[in-house]
């Protein structure tokens, strides 16, 4: 199937007079990307044009990214992506995510939006977006994919690298004493005093150091922080059942 | 055993001629018993022992005490009728309960076989056979729940067999009223119109009976928040308003079970956090036992209707049929309703899962009580009913009720994770929590977190404020899970110690040998979880004191090294922790900082949001404890929270005993527990102790006095403070 797929959509690319790499890069992504099938992409090539070119573009980058999302679901993601892109720009903004209302009563809400953008850029397209909502896709039906070199989107290890980095905000790869108290105060804010952040903070690096049995700095690595978690079944709480 | 009682009374019933028939249709053999004369005694088995004489004997009683009035004035009376009632119900329901404790010896007698196999046929029509089914299907899990609890298993399998525990009651009973009254119309009479409004009227007794059960637990949350300077009475109102929900269900014919259910579910997490741990343990006990009371007298019933022969008839046909049936549909229940459910689910429900479920339908009280209920006149077929009824439940209990453990051994059932709760896991799952909603927000989905996070947030801005009482308001959870993993931390450190000085820290439940050693135990409990506190507050500063311990002697500030002496990660086979060995090196430091950092832990380990207290109480307390003591105590500020790591840690913990061995050395125990009253009150979980000196270790070189812990503690022990047995009174919780 995939080898047809390949052929539609190469005729697809020549017609609209792309250049050759981009055929290359098809052909791999839907190498990646066996769950799509080809009525579902073509029925919705027929029926829109220049908005699906954009989404068919942006569907084999995400396919290169190795999200494995399915295609309704992405349609439905890229419906969305469109409603917060206000002005039509085709990518996102700060101010877009902001403007959803329940965010702002989230503690860790500006986290969040910071964890779409990577360090230095100020816009996010649709692959992106795709990608970090990938990390939340339920994997009960992952199959082992032959030749997938990389590692799925939602592994364990990729969604712990998620959530540490919405810790670790300077991004040195450690959640230094400072990070820890700052995501404490956001969480708690106005229930708990001072010092009782510190001694749960406190109590927390200490905890991870131990576990860990490293190196007894003021902080928590990402070992450490793996480690403290592998009790918990991150799978099932870090999944989103839309996303399959 | 209870089978033995109805053959007590069967005795009765031939000893006895005046017994007017145990054969009654309506009326329950209790009441008859209890009507008779005087001639009967207590029942039991030493009444049909004695019953042949009984009679007569009695008779002479009551022809003596008439004799009485006639007479003098007498000293001791017999009084009898006027306590009858009372004391027979009193001793069957202690001869039942007696029949707990010897349940092992005494083993299950099997049925007294009285079976009359009549082969007649069951004369009903559908509408009875319904009305059957209805009632059959009531499933009392009570066994089953009492195996899950006693084999953990995981907490999805749990969750739902004790949903349906709690809900089915009401679903049955709603249907059994619903066929009632079909049956009293008549079948001929039940037109279609009729079978709507019948599924009408469930959803609206099921659906109202709750919306009444939640209205009071509203105001149950909201009279429990002002209950803080009557906590005597605080069971009282519960139970009256769960009382009142039910009797108001039952004034509209709604459903009661269910009102009553909600009102619990609904008040559970305000009127918790409302009342005192009294009350909640008052509240749970009686409740406990009033559900016993009365589960112990239906099946006393259960077994004498039994043996009964007068009230039942049997059908073998029925019977076999119906012992088949309910276990297969109820398996096809449960399959099917799984794969309905399994669509919708995260985590699937598995073979196991469902076989245990289909496995776990026993009958019990509810079916039995139904089925007795019904009128002979309306339903011609109720001995029928009644005798299945009989057979099914005491074929389910037994059977399935005794061979649902081994089953649930056989078949591997998931156990609860029974993990150590960490301090990282918590804040993490609660990050969790929160990252998840974020995510679902952006993506516009409206899933379980986004109406998960609406209900908190309703529940915190409205409820809340409504329903809790203004110190609970402000609690964290997160800040109660902390100082539930350091009290379980202390406790497992404490045990490690006493294990190491061949000292046991029993459970203050259990039964004692002697009183000395109870004592001893108690005291020694005690004592050690107010060393808690202490060791608690300066908690990250002890692994680093414990890290003291690996060092050459007297170093100030000793290399960090292994950890694997820590109790709390030590496993079973390990050598003792350093606190009793090693941790004697008193390294000079400075004694003012070392107890202001103490003082600003504890004050943050039990100080709530709102510090407005005018005389600090502590600093009257330590006005009053001699010895080194910080002239210039300041009130706590977020500036004496910042500890310098490192070396300054390990020498607060040290120098806190240097201190308080000096303190007690000064003054006596009961002057140290008397000061420290002060300081209890102040402490927001009332299970947490006042400060006291952590086990000195044994001796070493060095300055200072030490004292082995087994010395130190008998110390405590063999001289109890008067002032001290204020504190008794506060237990230690059970967690």
Known sequence: METALIKYLCRFIKNKNTKTDNLILFRYSFTEWPDVKESSIEATFLQKSSRHRLMLSSLTQSAVLCVSVSSSHLLRLYERFESLDRENRGHLRKEDFQAVRELSMNPVGDRIIGSFFSPGQETVDFPSFVQVLAHFRHTENDRIRDGAQKEPANSTARRLKFVFQLYDQDRDGKISRAELLQVLREMLGMQVTEEQLQSIAERAIQEANQEANQDKDDAISFDEFRKSMEKVNIDHKMSIRFLE | ?735
């Open chain 2, 1 to 735: 055993m209870l089978l033995l009682l109805p053959v007590a009374v069967d005795l009765l019933g031939t000893a006895a001629p005046q017994l007017q028939g145990l054969a009654l249709g309506t009326a329950s053999p209790v009441h008859h018993l209890l009507h008779r004369g005087p001639e009967y005694g207590a029942p039991g088995i030493a009444l049909a022992r004695s019953a042949a004489e009984e009679p007569a004997g009695f008779g002479g009683e009551e022809r003596d005490a008439a004799e009485h009035h006639s007479g003098g004035y007498r000293v001791v009376q017999w009084e009898w009728s006027y306590v009858q009632n009372p004391y027979i119900i009193a001793t069957w329901l202690l001869v039942a309960s007696l029949a707990k404790i010897c349940k092992s010896a005494s083993g299950v007698c099997v049925c007294v076989c009285v079976c009359v196999c009549v082969y007649v046929h069951v004369q009903a029509d559908l509408m009875d056979f319904l009305l059957f089914g209805a009632l059959i299907s009531a499933v009392d899990p009570v066994a089953v729940l009492a195996v899950f609890e006693e084999v953990h298993v995981n907490e999805t399998l749990f969750i739902i067999v004790f949903g349906e525990s709690l809900l089915n009651d009401a679903v049955t009973v709603v249907l059994y009223k619903v066929y009632i009254s079909f049956v009293e119309v008549g079948a001929a009479n039940v037109q279609t119109a009729d079978y709507f409004k019948g599924v009408a009227s469930f959803l609206i007794v099921s659906i109202g009976g709750t919306l009444v059960g939640l209205v009071f637990a509203v105001i149950l949350g909201f009279i429990t928040r002002f209950t803080k300077k009557v906590r005597i009475i605080e069971p009282l109102f519960v139970f009256l308003l769960v009382y009142l929900a039910y009797l108001t269900a039952e004034l509209f014919s709604l459903s009661a079970i269910l009102s009553m259910t909600f009102c619990g579910i609904g008040a559970n997490k305000y009127v918790e956090a409302n009342i005192s741990q009294k009350s909640r343990t008052t509240v749970k006990y009686t409740m406990k036992n009033l559900a016993s009371i009365a589960e112990t007298i239906i099946f006393i019933f259960l077994g004498i209707s039994a043996v009964d022969k007068s009230k039942w008839a049997w059908d073998t046909g029925l019977v076999s049929c119906t012992l088949i049936f309910i276990f297969v549909f109820r398996a096809a229940g449960v399959v099917g309703q799984t794969w309905l459910l399994n669509r919708f689910r995260l985590v699937p429900l598995d073979k196991i899962d469902q076989v245990v479920m289909s496995y776990g339908g026993l009958r019990g009280a509810v079916a039995f009580a139904l089925v007795v209920l019904l009128d002979g006149e309306k339903v011609k077929a109720k001995d029928y009913f009644v005798a299945t009824t009989i057979v099914v439940v005491f074929f389910t209990v037994m059977f399935q009720g005794l061979t649902i453990k081994p089953l649930v051994k056989w078949l591997k059932v998931p156990r609860a994770t029974n993990r150590k709760p960490t301090i990282n896991e918590e804040i993490h799952e609660r990050a969790f929590d929160h990252i998840l909603t974020a995510v679902e927000d952006i993506a516009g989905l409206q899933g379980y977190h986004h109406w998960r996070d609406k209900w908190e947030q309703f529940d915190k801005n409205y409820l809340s404020k409504l329903l809790l009482s203004k110190s609970k308001y402000r609690r964290s959870e997160l800040w109660e899970a902390y100082q539930k993993i350091n009290i379980r931390d202390a406790i497992s450190v404490i045990d490690q110690v006493m294990k190491f000085n061949h000292l046991e820290l029993r459970p203050v439940h259990e039964v004692p040998q002697s009183n000395k050693v109870t004592l001893l135990n108690e005291k020694v409990r005690r004592s050690a979880l107010k060393l808690i506190c202490v060791v608690f507050v300066c908690f990250p500063l002890v692994p680093a004191a414990l890290d003291v311990c690996q060092s050459p002697p007297a170093v100030p500030s000793p290399p960090p090294s292994e950890d694997n002496h820590l109790p709390w990660k030590a496993g079973l086979g390990s050598p003792p922790p350093c606190v009793s060995v090693e941790a004697t090196k008193i390294i000079p430091v400075d004694l003012q900082q070392a107890w202001n950092q103490s003082i600003s832990s504890l004050e943050s380990v039990s100080s709530p949001p709102a510090l407005a207290e005018p005389v600090h109480p502590r600093i009257s307390a330590l006005s009053r404890l001699g010895g080194p003591r910080p002239a210039s105590y300041t009130p706590p500020s977020s500036s004496t929270s910042v500890r310098a790591p490192g070396p300054q840690s390990p020498f607060c913990f040290l120098e806190k005993k240097k201190e308080v061995q000096e303190k007690e050395e000064e003054e006596e125990e009961t002057g140290v527990s008397q000061e420290l009253q002060p300081l209890m009150s102040n402490l927001r979980p009332p299970e947490l102790l006042p400060p006291h000196p952590p086990p000195p270790p044994p001796p070493p070189p060095g300055p200072g006095r030490r004292r082995n812990p087994c010395v130190y503690l008998r110390s405590l022990v063999t001289a109890p403070p008067p002032g001290t047995s204020e504190l008794h009174s506060r237990r230690p919780t059970q967690l």
